[in-house]
């Protein structure tokens, strides 16, 4: 795991197994502490070279609470809807009721597999933005799936631990061919 004095490495995604994806991460004091800053330019990289709509600081092996959602049309995601990258620092969320729906997930650190997970339709999102402010903001549908999946790593959990049977998990290509089969 990074520590405060070493750099994150902007290519490395930490895998299912590794134990930072299993701890709850550490809230963030100083936003503009120089390893917070580099982590976060580290994340950015991170997820601009990836197919990937979303990232957790535990991702690249620094258990901090930070994520960035930045849902985009992908290969992995091609209707994701487009807006531009959000970094969250210390992010919390309310559901806007207890309306849940089962749609399909995958994950950059356990790739290969998708799976139907329950999340809740509507949050209200507060975090600090990179600047230090203070920012709340509702998402609903699959930006609201993206932050919630991005909040469980913080968590200590992964996508895996939320679906409801063993059945709704599949490989990615199953996953495409179901996908072809419904459009």
Known sequence: MTTETTMPNPCAIAQLGASVLRQQAGPVDDIHAPFIQETIAAMQATLAGSQGVGLAAPQISVSKRIIIVASRPTARYPDAPLMEPVVMINPSYAPCSNAKAKDWE???????????????????????????????????????????????????????????????????GEYFRLQNLSA
């Open 106 to 172: 995958g994950c950059l650190s356990i790739p290969s597999i998708r799976a139907l997970v329950p999340r809740y339709q509507a949050i209200d999102v507060t975090y600090t933005s990179q600047q230090g402010e203070p920012v709340s903001q509702h998402f609903e549908g699959f930006v609201a799936r993206v932050f919630q999946h991005e909040f469980d790593h913080l968590e200590g959990m992964v996508y895996l631990d939320r679906v409801e049977t063993n059945r709704d998990i599949v490989s990615e």
